[in-house]
Nanobody, 121 residues
Framework: VQLQASGGGSVQAGGSLRLSCTAS????????MGWYRQAPGKRRELVAT???????TYGMSVEGRFTISGENAKNTVYLQMTTLRLEDTAVYYC????????????????WGQGTQVTVSS
């Protein structure tokens, strides 16, 4: 299983970006898809997650500005980011948890390679 994230880039404060992440491989199911971010010198933090039932969770700093959505059939998760702030600058990682692969009874977690989001004034 490999996760490929895209959509990062540079934007001015107040602008918008949309990230996407797709998992490839013989996947039977995914319990949860999500986005996390890590700014220089800081710990990785939760941005947003969505379960296979559509239940969403957001980090306090992004609630109301970011929207997570997913397409289970495409093993893809999106993050629509609006009203971006300077403090949103970070490397954004997609993470899929509880991934079941065909022919395997176990579930694993996988991470994407990260995509840089830079917000400038």
């Amino acid at each position: 299983v490999q996760l490929q994230a895209s959509g990062g880039g540079s934007v001015q404060a107040g602008g918008s970006l949309r990230l996407s992440c797709t998992a490839s491989g013989s996947i039977s199911s995914i319990n949860e898809m999500g986005w996390y971010r890590q700014a220089p010198g800081k710990r990785r933090e939760l941005v947003a997650t969505i379960t296979n039932l559509g239940v969403t969770t957001y980090g306090m700093s992004v609630e109301g500005r970011f929207t997570i959505s997913g397409e289970n059939a495409k093993n893809t998760v999106y993050l629509q980011m609006t009203t971006l702030r300077l403090e949103d600058t970070a490397v954004y990682y997609c993470g899929f948890k509880g991934v079941k692969v065909q022919g395997n009874n176990f579930k694993y977690d996988y991470w994407g390679q990260g995509t840089q989001v830079t917000v400038s004034s």
